[in-house]
Structure formats: C-alpha cells, structure tokens
C-alpha cells in the first residue's frame, strides 16, 4: 500500500523563494533601464538632439524651439512626445493592469517586452541601411521608432504595480532614494534605487561612445539587453 506525501513549503523557505524572485525581477529591471540610458544617449546624439525615454525632458525641449523659434527641434521633441503615447498606449492594451494575484513577472510583461523587441529590430534594419546618411527624415522616422519601443517598455513595468518601479522615468526614484537616505532608511530598500539610477547613467555613457565612435552597433545596446531580461523572465515561474 503506497501513499503520497503532499509537498510542503514552509514559510520561511517560501518567504526567501519570494525574496529571490524580486531580487531577480528588481536585475531585469536594472537591465532595462541600462537600455533606456543607452537609448536616451543615442537619440539625443544622433536622432535629432530629443530622447527617447524622458518626455519631461522633450517638454522643455518643445518649449525652448518654441521661444526660440527653432521649428525643427520643435518637430523632433514634440513627435518624440506623441511617439512614446503611442508606445504607451500599446503596451498598455497588451500588458494589462496589476492585479491582486498577480505573480512576481507576469506572463503579459514578456509580451510587451516582445513587442518592444519587435520594434526595435525595425530600427536595427532602418539604422544599419541608412547609415551614414544625414537625412533628417530617416534621424526622425529611428528617433520615433525608439520613443515608441520605450513607452511600451514603460507600461510593462507599470503591470508590476509597485510605487517607484521604473525603468524610464527616474526623478521620483532619485528623489526616493535621497529621502530614503535622509531618514535612513535600511540600505536593502535602497539599494534597488541606486542600482537602476547608476544603470541609467553608465547605459547613457556607454550609449554615446558607441554612437559617436562605434555606430554601426549601436542598435546592438538596444537588442541585446531586450534580449536578456525575455529569456531570462520567460524562466521565471513564480
């Protein structure tokens, strides 16, 4: 006569099996936002004188052309603007809203990702055919192209649900982490702040050597993370 013993995990080992997941989901974050850093460089340097990711930024861009009178940086900031609410909007439809049950790395997260790489690989084939080309229109049509994958990035963080995650916009994560600092708060809480704001600038450094010394590979900044955090999160079960 056989029995089966039903499988048991206790507390404090489903408590640290937890505490694994987020330490590997706060990584992929990490990640992403290195690929924003880079990105941002990228079009900034090479698309125009707009980023990709922070719209704040293109605000005051658009508003600046626009006490200046400068047209074409006007068109390039506010089309990157209206680029990343698309993206946005997008990811949004296909990403969903957090849930009370939601796991740690919700399936509908990758997909986004997937997404995301899909237009990004379009930018890869614009970018390398029309390399060396100072043709404003093609600078414009890549910048977009960025703007759009990193709005659809932005809605797949927001499915986690977690006050302050983000792997695009990053004032109300510095302003976290300094008055987390200011009232010492434990470093393990912090901790995931600072890491993604120094992925931020070291993606951003490494984002404008290649563009301006190496841009055949530029788009590989852009991929090859995106690439990573899919493979990995596809193996995350929990």
Request: glycine fraction near 8%.
């Amino acid at each position: 006569m056989s029995s089966t013993v039903p499988r048991v995990i206790r507390p404090a080992a489903a408590a640290e099996q937890d505490q694994h997941l987020l330490r590997r989901r706060n990584a992929l974050v990490v990640v992403l936002t290195f690929l924003t850093g880079s990105a941002d460089a990228i079009g900034f340097l090479s698309l125009g004188g707009a980023f990709s990711s922070v719209m704040t930024g293109n605000m005051v861009l658009l508003g600046l052309s626009a006490g200046r009178g400068e047209a074409e940086l006007a068109v390039t900031s506010g089309c990157a603007i209206i680029s990343f609410i698309v993206g946005v909007l997008a990811g949004a439809r296909v990403v969903g809203s957090a849930q009370p049950d939601d796991p740690v790395w919700p399936r509908r997260v990758t997909w986004a990702l997937v997404l995301e790489l899909l237009v990004f690989v379009v930018f890869l084939v614009v970018w390398e055919v029309t390399l060396g080309t100072p043709d404003a229109h093609v600078h414009l049509a890549l910048l977009l192209l960025s703007a759009a994958a990193l709005g659809v990035q932005s809605s797949a963080i927001q499915r986690f649900g977690v006050a302050g995650l983000s792997s695009t916009y990053l004032t109300g994560t510095l302003t976290s982490l300094i008055a987390g600092i200011a009232a010492r708060s434990p470093w393990a809480s912090l901790r995931p702040k600072a890491q993604v704001l120094l992925a931020l600038m070291v993606g951003a450094a490494v984002g404008a050597l290649v563009a301006l010394h190496l841009p055949v590979v530029a788009p590989a900044l852009l991929i090859v993370p995106l690439v990573l955090v899919i493979v990995v999160s596809a193996r995350i079960r929990a």
